[in-house]
């Protein structure tokens, strides 16, 4: 089973809404990651917020983390058609290795309409 | 900025056949992740190797195998392809910051369809 579970699988919206992505995970972390990858493009890192943070954000981009329930959200205000991608959480391997993985949710689909 | 180099960015190969992926790090990162993404899915880890040695090992086929270099450079050697294998291939690199997995700054990818 995969370690990250995104919810929703699709969103759609509007240009200018905010669009609101989350993500659930099974073992414990030290951080968990955000990546946007546009369709059949590599992955490309958003955020990253530790395991001791409940909040980040960074321009439009609002991520929380709640460890009591092993879920994160992204919050992504006043869309654009151009955050139109598929946005995976990411969460690291609860081992303290150099070099360990990072294991990725299944991903929300999300289209922003002009 | 240099970014993640990998080659070939597509190919195609008839069952059976073998196949090898390359992959150059951004200068100075010390770590190289190769993912597996089917359509539709998301990335599946498969292997990482952190200053030349193997790190961490996911769901990699034994047909499958891959080193890092003296430079740096990673090649993902794939022997008795299967239609399953059709997916791209990815390459992450990044800078170990201490044990934690920071951020994986991700090549283009490589297309492999196999017939």
């Known amino acids: 089973s995969q370690q990250g579970e995104e919810d929703p699988q699709a969103l759609s919206i509007q240009e200018g809404e905010n669009a609101t992505m989350n993500c659930s995970y099974k073992?414990?972390?030290?951080?968990l990651q955000w990546y946007r990858q546009n369709s059949g493009r590599g992955l490309v890192h958003l955020i990253l917020i530790r395991s001791n943070e409940r909040e980040k954000h960074s321009g439009r981009l609002r991520v929380t983390l709640d460890t009591s329930k092993k879920s994160s959200s992204l919050l992504i205000t006043a869309s654009r058609a151009a955050d139109t991608a598929s946005y995976f959480c990411?969460?690291?391997?609860?081992?303290?290795?150099?070099?360990?993985?990072?294991?990725f949710g299944e991903g929300t689909q999300l289209t922003v309409n002009p | 900025a240099a970014g993640v180099i990998q080659s070939p960015r597509h190919l195609i190969k008839e069952k059976r056949e073998t196949a090898t992926l390359k992959c150059y790090p951004i200068?100075?990162?010390?770590?190289v992740y190769w993912y597996q993404q089917g359509p539709g899915q998301d990335p599946q880890f498969l292997i990482s190797f952190y200053e030349k040695m193997q790190s961490d090992k996911g769901s990699i086929p034994d047909r499958f195998s891959a080193q890092q270099f003296s430079d740096y450079h990673s090649e993902l050697n794939m022997s008795s392809l299967e239609l399953g294998d059709s997916a791209l291939y990815f390459c992450?690199?990044?800078?170990?910051?201490?044990?934690?997995?920071?951020?994986?700054?991700f090549g283009e990818g490589s297309r492999l369809t196999v017939l």
């Open positions: 990411a969460t690291d391997a609860p081992w303290e290795t150099s070099g360990s993985r990072l294991t």
């Open positions: 200068p100075r990162h010390d770590t």
């Open positions: 992450a690199s990044s800078l170990a910051a201490g044990v934690y997995t920071g951020e994986l700054f």
């Open positions: 073992t414990s972390i030290n951080n």
